[in-house]
């Protein structure tokens, strides 16, 4: 069985599945073009838990649950459950602060852009583009010696933070959990947020993409750095296999409307598109993991992706409260009205470039 999951079969078969599944979401009731987005899904997690409070995007969302109680199950079973932490968690709170930010300017994570494409939103191009770019500037810093230093073995309980706080997300989720007049639990009741497939078949998927990913290593990012420096298309090909079954499964489900207006939760606005994604490629590369492979290994007990996840959950909460996220192309009166990032949006990944481009040259060990 292991051999299988680390055989380039394995990979894209599971890549597949995951693909096939995320498409599925959409027509379970999970939004438009937005199966699984893990970007998206922090920011509704973190309005749920009042963390900001725009109204529309507020909602525990259960795929990243499953995700992080999937990857435990993977790594329980294949022995590889390993509590370790230590490796600059201040640095990796920041680069997941920014992460967050640049993929909330574009309107999705590299698993909703390759989504978004695959349901024919032809914008999710510009995203890919600039993910691959920041990707690429990662790398660039990890061949000049960039390092965050080694994680260390830790305790069990450290391990457990993760996999305890999806249970307790669960349980919140579950019952419905009111503290109080006008304080969370918070539920949409209008937008992306209020959209959403059953609690129970979201956390199946989760857990299946969390088990397989663990077992395979899939992440997007790690697709694009490996092929950028080892010549390695092992990754690519579960993330090409995941990008054909969700593009198969659209098109079966009448869900492929291929175009650059007006697209599902998207907008238009290509240089922010493009620019939003380098930052969280840069942020990726350099905290080691994609956002869907951090809540995996977050899962397998590694208290450093643990931290990059609780910035996201900052930063999504930061994206809204400070009016930086983007916002969605709409139609008045029969024309289109381009969205995009606002000012302060754009202010804000131009900061993130300047910081996370700052981490990636002054954390080079000498």
Sequence with gaps: MSRFFASRIGIIVSGAII????????????????????????????????????????????????????????ALLFKEFKPRSGSAPLIRFVL?????????VFLGCPWRAYLRLAGGDLNALLGIAGFIVGVAIGVFFLKRGYSLGRSRPV????????????????????????????APIFFSKSGPGSLHAPI???????????????????????????????????LLSGVLAFIVAAFLV???????????????????????????????GMSFALAGGC????????????????????G?????????????????????????????????????VIVGLIIVAAIGWTMREK
């Design 19 to 74: 693909g096939a599944l995320a498409a599925l979401l959409v027509l379970w009731g999970n939004p438009p073009n937005m199966g699984i987005c893990v970007a998206c899904f922090t920011r509704d997690t973190a309005g749920a838990l009042g963390l900001h409070r725009a109204a529309t995007v507020q909602y525990i969302r259960p795929e990243l649950i499953g995700f992080i109680l999937g990857a435990l199950l993977g």
């Design 96 to 104: 997941g602060f920014f992460a967050i930010i640049g993929a909330l």
């Design 155 to 182: 305790g069990t309980a450290v391990g457990l933070v993760m996999p305890v706080f999806a249970l307790i997300l669960l349980l919140l989720l579950l019952f419905r959990v009111s503290f109080g007049e006008n």
């Design 200 to 234: 129970l078949i979201s956390l199946a998927v989760g857990i299946v993409a969390g088990f397989l990913a663990q077992r395979t290593r899939f992440c997007t990012m790690g697709a694009i750095r490996d092929v950028i420096i080892m010549r390695d298309f092992h």
């Design 250 to 280: 659209n098109l079966a489900i009448g869900k492929f409307h291929p175009g650059f207006a007006a697209q599902p939760i998207a907008h238009s606005n290509h240089l922010w598109n493009f620019l939003g994604m380098v930052l969280a």
């Design 291 to 310: 956002p869907g492979r951090q809540f995996f290994m977050a899962g397998e007990g590694d208290g450093d992706a643990a931290i990059f996840i609780f």
């Design 312 to 348: 996201m959950l900052v930063g999504a909460a930061f994206a809204h409260n400070f009016n930086l996220a983007g916002v969605p192309d709409k139609i008045v009166d029969g024309k289109l009205v381009v969205g995009g990032p606002s000012l302060w949006g754009q202010i804000a």
